[in-house]
């Protein structure tokens, strides 16, 4: 079946190019790329290395002229590197560029024991990126090898895609299924059974029963050879789905963790009959103030697979946590400016992108500005400060600054110019908290301006710095002040 797509859905050229030899490669690939140099249009290309040395040979010097990146890591967790794509074209659309990304799905088939199928759970976030990427303006393709992958799942590859590559050119592909058709008759299919033997069982009644679970999950996690952030991901996604249960589902909610070799696997199932939508998870919260819609998201972040099945009494989410995916950092470099940072773990924990996130309203720090110093031309050129001769008065305020300042002070070269209040330095008065100058006196050899004094003659008040100024030889002890 197939649903009515929204009009920017139908617009966005999501392409499938499936080949079976290097030769289909050369022959469907190779001259897409010529167009495109020739047309001057970007190219981001997004492959593993035996894809990327074929393109080079049979390309030359055009391979030159366009973007590539690095897979390497890319897809080590599907949710992490499906949202690192969108952030990346979110920025071109941003920056008012449009590229075109070629990526190859780097997932192999399933081994026999395997616990998951993650080209299969692939196609769950190749269906969603018809809704996710279509607001971008930028054509994404994405590279098949049929040789490393059984038949219907290749057939279920065409049927996401709204364009294929062919060698005739881009076509449109009148056999397209929508991500929410797809999505929702993916959740319908049962989950594999649970084993006999489990590591951990908890039921849960609740929300005050979560930090002895984050506990419990430490410790299974722990014992498990995985280190400090990689358990912080495993207790903060399981956490986030159980509340989940325990908030929108029905009570109890049971939880059931094990593990198959090197992977934790985690179950929370809930007895309620109220579905989980299918696209839910799939796309980002949006404001970074909105509260609520993270749990899934977050869970699909920190995991490498996600599974759920929405029966007609109860609901399950599976959560999948390979020791190597969880413990590598999934986020392969896109280039091409400008390029959007891929989101750290801490970030990806909190819930929040870090494009997402919006400054806090409150008090503007003052901050130094480096450009203001005089040696960046502006401010009153420093005077001498031999010994021995008087300093000059300052000048009177140059012309505004960009940020905003007259720089009465930048003539100082010790000090930066500061946009706050400019503070009383600890000459101008008793730096204990004595009493302050009187007016016209001035710290140094030289008298101030109409003073009447000759130069060397000492002041009859000087600060030193000290509660009580030093008496001279001559002074009786009794005195406080200099004569």
Same mark, same amino acid.
């Given at each position: 079946m197939t649903g009515p797509a929204s009009p920017v859905a139908r617009d966005f050229v999501h392409a499938a190019l499936i080949v079976d030899s290097e030769d289909a490669l050369r022959a469907r690939l190779v001259p897409a790329l010529r167009r495109s140099v020739a047309a001057h249009e970007r190219v981001? #290309?997004?492959?593993?290395?035996h894809v990327e040395r074929v393109l080079r040979d049979a390309l030359g010097t055009v391979a030159d002229r366009l973007e590539w990146g690095e897979s390497a890591t890319f897809h080590l967790r599907l949710g992490f590197a499906y949202e690192r794509l969108r952030r990346y074209l979110a920025a071109q659309h941003a920056a008012g560029s449009s590229v075109?990304?070629?990526? =190859?799905?780097?997932?192999?088939?399933?081994?026999?024991?395997?616990?998951?199928?993650?080209?299969?759970?692939? /196609?769950s976030y190749e269906s969603a990126c018809?809704?996710?990427?279509?607001?971008?303006? !930028?054509?994404?393709? !994405? /590279?098949?090898?049929?040789?490393?992958?059984?038949?219907? #799942?290749? =057939?279920?590859?065409?049927?996401?895609?709204?364009? =294929?590559?062919?060698?005739?050119?881009?076509l449109p592909n009148s056999g397209h299924v929508g991500s929410a058709d797809y999505l929702r008759r993916i959740s319908e299919i049962p989950l594999a059974a649970v084993p006999t033997m489990v590591d951990l069982d908890v039921g849960l009644v609740a929300l005050d029963q979560l930090n002895p679970l984050r506990a419990a999950l430490r410790g299974w996690a722990e014992a498990r050879s995985f280190d400090a952030d990689a358990t912080g991901d495993v207790v903060v996604?399981?956490?986030e789905v159980a509340t989940n249960g325990l908030v929108h589902g029905a009570l109890p909610v049971r939880l059931r963790c094990w593990h198959h070799g090197d992977t /934790?696997?985690?179950?929370?199932?809930?007895?309620?009959?109220?579905?989980?939508?299918?696209?839910?998870?799939?796309?980002?919260?949006?404001?970074?103030d909105r509260v609520g819609g993270r749990g899934l998201w977050l869970a699909r972040q920190l995991a490498d697979v996600v599974t759920m099945h929405c029966g007609e009494s109860s609901t399950s989410v599976r959560l999948h946590f390979p020791h190597v995916g969880t413990h590598g950092r999934p986020a392969g470099r896109l280039t091409g400016p400008p390029t959007a940072a891929a989101p750290s773990r801490r970030q990806a924990r909190a819930g929040v992108v870090s494009a997402a996130v919006r400054a806090r309203p409150g008090r503007p720090r003052a901050r130094r500005r480096r450009e203001c110093w005089p040696s960046h031309g502006w401010g009153t050129p420093a005077p001498s400060t031999v010994r021995g001769r008087r300093r000059s008065a300052p000048g009177p305020p140059t012309a505004a600054h960009p940020c905003g300042c007259t720089h009465r002070d930048a003539h100082v070269p010790s000090r930066p110019h500061s946009t706050s209040a400019p503070r009383r330095s600890p000459r101008?008065?008793?730096s204990t908290g004595g009493r302050t100058a009187p007016p016209g006196s001035r710290i140094g050899t030289g008298p101030p301006p109409g003073s009447g004094r000759r130069t060397g003659q000492k002041p009859r008040w000087r600060p030193s710095g000290r509660r009580t100024p030093p008496r001279r030889r001559d002074q009786p002890s009794t005195s406080r002040y200099c004569r």
């Open positions: 981001h #290309l997004l492959v593993g290395a075109h990304v070629i990526t =190859e799905a780097d997932v192999s088939a399933p081994e026999r024991d395997a616990p998951v199928d993650r080209a299969t759970a692939h /196609l018809g809704d996710a990427y279509a607001d971008y303006g !930028c054509a994404v393709t !994405c /590279l098949w090898d049929s040789r490393r992958h059984p038949t219907p #799942l290749i =057939e279920s590859v065409r049927t996401l895609h709204n364009h =294929e590559l062919t060698d005739s050119g881009c996604a399981v956490t /934790l696997i985690v179950q929370v199932d809930d007895s309620g009959d109220r579905p989980i939508p299918p696209t839910a998870g799939f796309r980002g919260p949006g404001s970074a101008d008065g008793i």
